[in-house]
């Protein structure tokens, strides 16, 4: 078994949490985000679909979910920076007795609100929520929608039905909203004791009726705190936005390539803005150009712009998977996302313009960034060199800069 490189992570570092189909690994920078160190692999030969940092009451916990066909799932945690982790001999995620379901998959683990520092949520395959109420010691079933009444009648997507998407409201305690695929949007307003669809305004492309309450195959939503009621959804073939909390939705796929993609993310302080990486073309093939862009919004989706400076426009055939795009929280924010290929992208000016920060990995299906350290004393610090908040996209000369498009690769840490 190969002997992972641990990283020295400190306080204020720039983490990467990259999960991949053959273990995980983490990627550390100074706020700069000028190079980069790469550590792991750690659980190597294991499927890591779902990555988290929870940094609330002081902690630095690194979260990940490691599955095997041999060991099936668990999640594992680390409080030293990824040099040791749980290894619980029973999984801590488990269907109560007499379910006749078995857990398959963990595709996504979602601390909760800063105000409930003990509270995180778990999303599984099959189609399930998980609760934890003390910090990740133990986990229960979500009852009410494990007992919706349309949980028989939700297909597999071609990932499986798997709970994917889990997105707290930061303004009412008792709102939850989930994405599955193939079921759709639901959500709750009274704590997680009744769900709705809210799928109105979503289509199934797939389906012989285009507008079904339930049954869509919804592959990312992602709201901004500052604004609880705008919700932006990535779907099988549509995107759309959301101004009532989920309540209908209206098509925003305005001058994008086509509208059918995995990632997305928000801007960390731009409400208006929102990254996402189409697939230019049917399904999971790539153009004959062999183009790499991500698409930015700076209106809520009333414009999309294409961001590929520093990535390959010729022979690239990659594909980037719904929870592979990430963003930290500087002044100018970073933007990060990883292929099917293998290759790790960053970008330290919004999107302005990318470099390679590792190649040569197994394919990554989830990156998570995050600022290491205590919440309330790291402070987002902005590099000389980067662009002011007004000048998004442009950097400031600097003398001695390298020229743009050169390289910059993680390299192992020691």
């Known amino acids: 078994m190969a002997t992972p490189r641990h990283l020295d992570v400190r306080d204020g570092d720039v983490l990467l949490m990259v999960g991949t189909m053959k273990g995980a690994f983490l990627a550390r920078s100074r706020p700069s ?54 290894n619980p001999e029973e999984a801590p995620i488990k269907f109560p007795e007499g379910s006749e379901l078995s857990l398959k998959q963990v595709w996504q683990i979602r601390p909760g609100r800063a105000e409930e520092p003990d509270i995180l949520y778990c999303g599984v395959e099959p189609a399930s929520l998980f609760e934890s109420r003390d910090g990740g010691e133990s986990w229960q079933l979500v009852q009410g929608l494990h007992d919706h009444p349309h949980r028989p009648k939700w297909e597999p997507g071609g990932g499986g039905l798997c709970l994917h998407t889990i997105v707290p409201d930061p303004a009412d305690r008792q709102r939850l909203l989930v994405a599955i695929s193939t079921g759709g949007v639901y959500r709750t307003d009274d704590g997680g004791r009744t769900w709705r669809a809210r799928n109105q305004g979503v289509r199934a492309q797939f389906l012989p009726g285009r507008h079904p309450e339930f049954g869509q195959c919804v592959h990312k939503v992602v709201r901004h705190p500052l604004r609880p009621d705008r919700l932006f959804l990535q779907n099988h073939w549509g995107l759309y936005r959301s101004d009532d909390a989920g309540d209908t939705w209206g098509d925003i796929a305005n ?160």
């Open 33 to 86: 985000r000028s190079s980069w160190e790469l550590g792991g692999p750690y659980f190597p030969g294991y499927a890591v679909y779902a990555m988290a940092y929870d940094g609330r009451e002081g902690r630095r916990r690194l979260w990940a979910g490691s599955s095997s066909m041999h060991w099936g799932a668990v999640v594992r945690s680390s409080d030293d920076g990824g040099r040791t982790w749980t």
């Open 255 to 414: 001058g994008v390539p086509s509208d059918f993609g995995f990632a997305m993310e928000t801007h960390p302080h731009d409400p208006d803005s929102v990254y996402i990486v189409p697939i230019e073309s049917d399904e999971f093939r790539c153009p004959p150009e062999g183009r790499l862009r991500v698409f930015r919004t700076r209106d809520a989706g009333r414009s999309w712009q294409p961001l590929s400076r520093g990535l390959p426009q010729r022979g690239s055939y990659d594909v980037v998977l719904r929870d592979a795009l990430a963003a930290d929280t500087l002044e100018p924010a970073g933007i990060y996302f990883g292929t099917r290929g293998g290759k790790l992208f960053g970008s330290p000016d919004e999107g302005g313009s990318w470099e390679l920060v590792a190649d040569g990995l197994p394919p990554i299906v989830c990156v998570k960034a995050a600022i290491f350290g205590d919440l309330k004393s790291r402070r987002a610090r902005k590099p000389v060199h980067m662009a002011s908040p007004g000048r998004r996209g442009k950097k400031r000369p600097t003398p001695g800069k390298r020229a743009p498009g050169r390289r910059r690769r993680a390299r192992p840490a020691a």
